[in-house]
């Protein structure tokens, strides 16, 4: 849960009154947080958001997104006054933009919500506001995107209004401690800028909060994506070298990581989420010529679904009748987020192929919510199945026994069952390793 950090009262800087009216555009997995924890904070929060269901729901003290103790924060902080959901801005003294940056089909970024979202709160725009852009984008948006359609050409930047990008950078399922706790980025367009968000941040964020420019602070939320990605590239690129030479690719990385400067990451059946899996283009995209490794990793995270799509053909071919259970659509664990999902891409294959039946189940989400395929329970999905394919480690699929498993083929693309005991031992196919000197390392059984 959040605390209050030091709220609205704390902040003055020198003539000039406390800001205390927040007006936060896009109500989504970074808004509604970041809103909840302001208002928390004594702050007079306004949440806007396009969607009338949205604006409904959180007026109402409910939520339309999963994610641990939010529910339970904004019912308080509505019920107590403090936050309210509108369909357009308003005046406010500070204006957050945390809108969707989503990539096109030819991986270039989409920024017409934050052109939206900006032309939005233009008529509102006053001397001594800020205007804080926290959603991830492209280098030089904050200067070409949101200062022309936000900012009012009669204002000064940097002198009558501060314009700064800060880059969110929450894990979901941990979005309000991380939120709170995490060290931060203020990129301003000038050092006034830079100084008077910065202030504005301290106020409710207890991590350390770093100084730099709107283009530096662009880059490095890129840059911290595509690391992770490239390194999630070469889990994935392992455990489909280690299914050829017949070995444990979990194992293999397990035991490496003993060694103290190896980390390797986990596979899994591909990279997805709404910020891995796009980010990184934004900066292939700026300059492609320079940016080979970003790109390749990419590629490699994107073909990962391929693989586990030919693990289930060959399951379903030494099958009779073949019913393939399929655990969790979401992009990770414990998430109810299907964006870019590289399970739900799987499922979505394997119902396209008429391989066998299919049952699918994804805890976290409710048939009204997805129509797309009929979901299932996890305790029906395994009774019926006799394929199993683990696509999101959700917590429901990390309890299961061996009992539960026994007698299935299992397809464990984040290796959460290999310590159970029925997990079939992997192969080893009949593989000799030689030393320089031609001594055999190992021999496969
Ligand atoms: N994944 C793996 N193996 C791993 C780790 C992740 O396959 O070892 C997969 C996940 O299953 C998922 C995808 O990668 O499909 C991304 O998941 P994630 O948990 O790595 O990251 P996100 O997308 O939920 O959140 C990331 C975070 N960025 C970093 O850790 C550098 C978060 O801090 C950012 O705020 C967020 O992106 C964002 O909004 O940009």
């Known amino acids: ?15 000039q009154p406390p800001r205390r009216k927040v007006c936060v555009v896009g109500l989504g997995y970074i808004g509604l947080p970041t809103a909840a924890i302001l208002a928390d904070c004594g702050y007079e929060v306004v949440g806007v958001d396009v969607r009338p269901d949205v604006v409904a729901t959180i007026n109402a003290g409910r939520i339309h997104v999963v994610e641990p103790h939010l529910d339970t924060l904004v019912e308080r902080v509505v019920r107590e006054g403090k936050l309210r959901a509108e369909t357009s801005p308003c005046e406010a003294d500070v204006f957050f933009l945390c809108v969707p940056t989503p990539i096109t089909e030819d991986h270039r970024a989409d920024l017409s919500y934050v052109e ?71 990129g301003g367009m000038t050092p006034a800028c830079t100084q008077q968000v910065l202030d504005f941040y301290r106020t409710f964020v207890r991590g350390d909060i770093h100084a730099t420019s ?178 999101t480690d959700h917590k429901p699929f990390r309890e299961l026994t061996a009992n539960d498993l026994a007698g299935k083929q299992l397809i464990d693309t984040r290796g959460i069952w290999r310590k159970l005991a029925v997990q079939t031992p992997v192969a080893r196919p009949s593989l000799h390793v030689e030393d320089d000197h031609g001594d055999v390392l190992r021999r496969a059984a």
Not at 352 to 361: D, F, K, Q, T, W
Request: charged share 20%.
């Open 1 to 15: 849960m959040t605390h209050l950090v030091q709220g609205p009262g704390g902040f003055s800087p020198a003539g």
């Open 116 to 186: 939206a979202a900006s032309e939005s709160i233009k008529p509102y725009v006053r001397a001594g506001n800020l205007i804080i852009l926290e959603s991830t984008s492209p280098p030089r948006t904050t200067e070409d995107v949101v200062i022309p359609h936000a900012i009012p050409d009669s204002l000064a930047i940097g002198e009558d209004v501060y314009v700064a990008h800060c880059p969110e950078r929450v894990l979901p399922g941990r979005i309000l401690i991380e939120a709170v706790e995490n060290d931060r980025i203020v």
């Open 214 to 391: 709107a283009i530096t602070a662009e880059a490095t939320k890129l840059v911290e994506n595509a690391f992770r990605d490239v390194n999630i590239a070469f889990a994935n690129e392992l455990s489909i070298l280690a299914g050829k030479l017949g070995a444990d690719p979990f194992e293999i990385i397990e035991l490496a990581n003993h060694h103290p400067r190896v980390n390797i990451l986990t596979p899994g059946p591909g990279v997805g989420g709404h910020c891995i899996s796009v980010d990184p283009w934004f900066l292939v995209d700026a300059a492609p010529e320079v940016t080979p490794l970003i790109r390749t990793a990419r590629n490699v995270n994107d073909s990962k679904p391929h693989f586990v799509i030919e693990q289930v053909r060959a399951a379903a071919a030494a099958v009779e009748t073949p019913v393939i259970g399929c655990l969790g659509l979401a992009y990770k664990s414990d998430v109810d987020d299907l964006r870019e999902s590289p399970s739900l891409e799987i499922v979505r294959e394997l119902a396209g192929e008429g391989l066998g039946e299919l049952r699918v189940c994804e805890p976290y989400v409710t048939a009204e919510q997805f129509t797309e395929f009929p979901l299932h329970s996890v305790e029906d999905t395994i009774a019926d199945s006799n394929i199993l394919v683990l696509l």
